[in-house]
């Protein structure tokens, strides 16, 4: 891979963990001074994103970025039960829904396919 490759994925991966760290503060500050689950799940995601960016930038590894694309995936997964049962939490459950899809895709999207890499033994 050339080193202009290399600074570009470096670039976009840098994008994406900064609109995943974004996206943490929005769910903290949005929770402040609010009570109830909606509120604690806000501040629980808040924290889970601003650490994930922070470990995802810091490892820079494709494969840090496949893990992260399945912690986003498992996410969204666990959202439908909740978007299905409870009303309370279906507004928010649905736009959480949206964000995991988002994250997965940009988080797969870094890491590209296989093709034109060299195989290792």
């Known amino acids: 891979m050339s080193r202009r490759t290399r600074r570009d994925r470096r670039q976009r991966a840098r994008w ?26 806000g501040r ?4 889970r994103q601003l650490v994930q960016a922070a470990l995802l930038t810091r490892a820079a590894a494709p ?5 992260g694309a399945a912690v986003d995936a498992t996410h ?8 299905a049962l409870d ?5 928010f459950a649905a736009r959480q829904l949206v964000v995991a ?3 997965t895709a940009l988080e ?14």
């Open 16 to 41: 994406v963990e900064g609109l995943r760290a974004a996206i943490g503060v929005a769910h903290l500050l949005a929770s402040r001074g609010s009570t109830g689950r909606v509120a604690v799940f």
């Open 44 to 47: 629980v995601l808040g924290v």
């Open 63 to 67: 494969e840090a970025h496949v893990l």
């Open 76 to 83: 969204g997964v666990t959202m439908v039960p909740l978007i």
């Open 87 to 91: 009303r309370q939490t279906r507004g």
């Open 101 to 103: 899809v988002v994250l």
């Open 108 to 121: 797969i999207g870094l890491v590209g396919t296989e093709r034109g890499r060299p195989r290792r033994r």
